[in-house]
């Protein structure tokens, strides 16, 4: 089964449908799947449900979909670098539901390996905790928190070969992997395609197991959110100066 | 003379002990770096991915697909190491990460912390905090002591939590606090900032506390 198509549009083919839940890896927006999330808004799907760490921007990443209103709810642990996103929130157009970072990041992992609930400390006795089963283990109190399954995963690898083993660069990382396999249809799109055997197995960090569908995007446009450097006089850590 | 910023993050830095992985947030905590105490080896956790990680990169240098929880842009170092935001939390819910330093609204007596909501006001999210002050297993807090002649050590938090029963230590411009948020034993003042008076302390505190002998 051949799981590489010729561009995003074609990869998407047939698997988008209104009021549907998508997750879009990336965190900030470092490592998010761009090309695929234009695709998505050109497609004109809406009422989605986004699972995200964030929301991109004005006019990037998943801020495309906001500028378009294709978005019904966020489902994030930080947004609001996105004045359109705060616009809609207060008009009663946007609904978001905060979950912890890590909360997130284990509902989405815990989803893609069959696992339905599973118990944290995160949140215990703060208003997360509302309507959540409460326990007490070993004297400390935890609340239940559901796994996520999405019936579409979008993710973005620096590296993959044609099978889907996916390889991911730096912190571009994040929420990625979990999110492939917790797609009841994952879509990858790599920046560098290989062939089967010419990476490493034993660097592969999603199986090709996890992946449906993928897509080779060379010239993928990197966005930096806050560009912070320093000076050539200067050494030691935090001293610099943001630009 | 109460305590600057910067003297607040090189009080915070003395918590540092040789071998700890560390997480620090963003403001006042992220100046703690500056002040790593030399011989000591300490990792610095980013939450988005990475351990270990070095300056600002030189102007030209900087890497869309290497930043920290600020998302600002950063530098790998011969410690880094990259992995998910499961794995990333895995250290911090499992209790591998040993002190945790972040800002507040305010803090309780009873070691109660609220820093992601106010009510009414565009809510942005509480990121990894709630993770944070749960699973890490020294959580101090750097903030000032007040805000706007409002008190921000309190008998109770009046805004949304971010964790209940949390807080170990707290560092404001006036001094250095300690909680026993484990065994109720309550708030202690364990050190006065250089030139601050215990009457001025005891004016801009409504949580009780005793004095360390």
């Known amino acids: 089964m051949k799981k590489l198509y010729p561009d995003a549009q074609a990869a998407l083919a047939g698997l988008l449908r209104d009021g549907m839940m998508i997750m879009a890896g990336g965190f900030g927006l470092c490592g998010i799947p761009e090309v695929l999330i234009k695709a998505i808004r050109d497609s004109g799907v809406r009422n989605l449900t986004v699972v995200s760490n964030n929301a991109g921007i004005d006019g990037v990443g998943l801020g495309l979909l906001l500028d378009t209103k294709q978005i019904k709810k966020m489902v994030s642990s930080y947004v609001g670098e996105n004045k359109i996103f705060a616009q809609q929130y207060l008009a009663g157009e946007l609904e978001i539901e905060f979950n912890p970072q890590g909360t997130l990041a284990e509902r989405i992992r815990a989803g893609g390996a069959g696992i339905p609930a599973f118990f944290t400390r995160t949140g215990a006795g703060t208003m997360i905790a509302k309507g959540k089963e409460e326990r007490e283990f070993e004297g400390e109190r935890y609340i239940m928190e559901r796994g996520l399954v999405a019936d579409l995963a979008i993710v973005h690898a620096w590296m993959g070969d044609t099978e889907g083993n996916l390889v991911y660069r730096k912190t571009a990382r994040n929420f990625n992997p979990m999110m492939a396999t917790a797609g009841k249809v994952t879509v990858a799109e790599v920046e560098h395609l290989v062939q089967p055997g010419d990476i490493n197995p034993d660097h592969i960090i999603t199986p090709g197991i996890f992946v449906k569908r993928m897509i080779h995007v060379p010239n993928a446009v990197k966005h930096i959110e806050q560009r912070t450097v320093r000076r050539h006089t200067e050494a030691p850590a935090g001293t610099a100066e943001e630009v | ?213």
């Open chain 2, 1 to 213: 003379m109460a305590w600057t910023r910067e003297q607040m993050a090189e009080r915070a830095a003395k918590e540092l002990r040789d071998g700890f992985y560390v997480n620090l947030g963003i403001g006042i905590p992220t100046l703690v770096s500056n002040y790593i105490p030399p011989g000591l080896s300490v990792q610095l956790q980013s939450e988005n991915g990475m351990l270990g990680f070095g300056p600002f990169p030189y102007e030209g240098e900087e890497d869309p697909d290497l930043i920290n929880a600020g998302k600002q842009t950063v530098t790998e170092i011969p410690t880094t190491s990259f992995f998910s935001s499961a794995d990333s939390f895995a250290m911090i819910r499992g209790g591998h990460i040993d002190l945790s330093i972040l800002g507040a609204m305010q803090v309780a007596e009873n070691g109660d912390l609220a820093n992601w909501m106010i009510p009414g006001k565009m809510v942005k999210g509480m990121g990894g905090a709630m993770d944070l002050v749960a699973g890490v297993k020294k959580v101090v807090v750097v903030m000032e002591h007040s805000a706007k002649n409002e008190p921000k050590l309190l008998k109770q938090c009046s805004l949304p939590l971010t964790g209940a029963g949390v807080v170990d230590m707290v560092i404001t411009d006036l001094g250095v606090f300690t909680i026993d948020k484990k065994g109720g034993g309550g708030m202690t003042l364990v050190e006065l900032a250089p030139g601050t008076t215990h009457e001025e302390v005891r004016s801009k505190t409504e949580a009780s506390y005793r004095i360390a002998q």
